[in-house]
Each structure stands twice: as C-alpha cells, then as structure tokens.
C-alpha cells in the first residue's frame, strides 16, 4: 500500500503525524501534503482521527509532489480509563471491520458532542447549536471543534482557555468517554494488515511507572511502536528513544500538525530519530508484518 525511495535510510526526512479537515486540522489533505513537500520531508501519512476519508486526496497529490505515501489514521481507545490514540499505518483502508470500529467510535464522539453542549447551555452558553452546525460539517466531531466556536463566539480567549475553563477535567463541559480497548484497537489495525503505534506517550496523565506498564501491555497487545519525535519537543526525544529500546519498539517521528497558524509545530521539519532506535518505516511494505484478512 505504500510507496517510498529507500525505506531503510535511518536520515529519511518524514512526518507521520498530520491531521487535515477530514478530522480536527484546518487545511485539505492536499494542503497539508504540500506543507509537507515544501519542507522538504519525503515521506509522510495523514493520520486524521477515527477516518481515512483524506487518504485518497492525500495519496494522489502525494504522487504529483513526488512524496512517498504510507496510509495512516489515527484511532481513539481507551486504557484503565486513561484515553489514548493509537497510530495505524500501512493497512488497507477498505478492510471492512476497520470501517464498523471507525464508524462506531465517530458516533460515540457524536453522542458526547451533545452531552457536552447540554452541560454548556446550563452556563447560558449556546452551545447546542455550535455542535449541531460542526455535527452538519463534520464527520468526525471533536473537542476541538467545540472549542474553536467557542473562541470565536468569545466565550474563551483561544483553543487553549477553551479547554481549561469550559472543556477539561474539572471544568463545566467535562465528558469524560470510554472508548474501545487498546489491545482491540491494535488487533483492528493488525487486522488490516498494518502497524500500530502509540502516539506522543508523554502526554498521557500517568506515572512513570504506570506509562512503562502502558507500553509493556501495548507491546504484548502486538503495538509495534511508538512516536520518539513528537512535534516540537526535543527535550523529550531521548528519554522516548530509550523507553522504545527498552520496551523493543520501532520508533516513528510526526508533528502532529493541526494548524498553521501555530508557529511552534511545522509540519515536516523534524528533528531526527537518535541512532539508538529502528525507524517504524522500516517495516512499512515488509513481509513479517500480520497479513491482511
């Protein structure tokens, strides 16, 4: 399903972590693969959350720009009540229970959409009808979404004093959800032929010795990986290149790009993997990966 010039170059510029307005970013897949392109990165997956409704515009401008594509989506589970997101690449996007679990986590989205502006319109926010619009323009609905109008309704002064005064833990529009298990999560994506890997694992509210736990029990689930370079946040590369040496998982790098207009987290300028880990394109095209069903 994917293509690249030389997978086992250990200095390949890539970024396999980038969202599109198929889900929660701002720009068409188009636009995100050009942001990419410009930058100089040659490979790269659109990993929007719980859909592959971009892959095919992202694949073909891919080809047109001359960037290596790999699938990529980026999926919502759950871990002792901890939400996690779980990167899938290199899988076949039309594998059928692939589409019943993103199906059914984009309703469970939708039902929380609700609950939240049910909980907002009790603080004379109107809120029902913010999620009714991004509900009508959205396939996958996010907080973020919410947020956005709420900022510009002037409710919050950004994205990120939405969250922390109307939408987080502790605050009026907290809804909290129980998505799907991890291990289901990997065993979707083994399912589909592809490769799962654990999204920026510092970001996630846990103890150390909780989050080594974490990626003892994702290992075991058959989690091929996990992302080392995450964004901008160099001062947490080498302590995840060790936590993945440790735990004998791939390393995978993504800015997880949202918008363009945050200066911080360019798309496709990434620092590099540390010598000390094995590249997760590696694997991409590989025989040894699970088989497709």
């Known amino acids: 399903m994917s293509t690249q010039p030389n997978p086992t170059d250990s200095t390949l510029a890539v970024d396999l972590h980038l969202h599109s307005i198929h889900s929660d970013g701002l720009l068409s897949p188009a636009d995100v693969v050009d942001r990419v392109a410009d930058a100089g990165a040659a490979m790269l997956a659109l990993t929007d959350h ?13 080809a047109e720009r001359g960037v290596s594509w790999v699938p990529g989506m980026e999926l919502s589970c759950s871990w002792r009540g901890q939400s996690l997101h779980v990167l899938g690449f290199d ?22 959409m609700r609950e939240i ?13 913010m999620a009714a619009r991004i509900e009508a323009s959205h396939d996958v609905v996010t907080r973020t979404h919410l947020a956005r109008e709420l900022v510009a309704a002037k409710h919050a002064k950004s994205v990120q004093d939405a969250f ?11 809804v909290s959800v129980e ?22 694992p510092l970001r ?26 995450c964004g901008s946040a160099r001062g947490q590369i080498e302590p995840l290149a060790t936590l993945a040496a440790h735990f004998g998982l791939a390393a995978s790098a993504g800015s997880d ?18 010598a000390s880990v094995r590249p997760i394109w590696h694997s991409f095209g590989r025989a040894g990966k699970p088989s497709r069903q």
Not at 183 to 193: F, K
Not at 258 to 266: A, V, Y
């Open 204 to 229: 996630y509210t846990l103890s150390g010795g909780a989050r080594r736990q974490l990626l003892q029990e994702f290992r075991e689930a058959g989690g091929h990986g996990m992302e080392v370079v």
């Open 257 to 274: 790009f949202h918008d363009p207009q945050i200066p911080w987290n360019p798309p496709g300028r990434l620092a590099k993997l540390p």
């Open 50 to 62: 719980d859909t592959v409704a971009g892959l095919l515009e992202a694949r073909e401008r891919c």
């Open 91 to 112: 899988f076949d996007p039309e594998y059928g229970p692939l589409e019943e679990w993103l199906g059914n986590v984009r309703e469970q989205r939708r039902v929380r």
């Open 117 to 129: 502006a049910r909980r907002l319109e009790r603080k004379r926010i109107a809120a029902a009808e």
């Open 179 to 200: 998505y799907p298990a991890m291990a289901a999560a990997v065993e979707c994506i083994m399912g589909a032929g592809g490769l799962a890997v654990l999204a920026h």
């Open 164 to 174: 922390k005064h109307l939408l987080g833990r502790g605050s009026p529009g907290h």
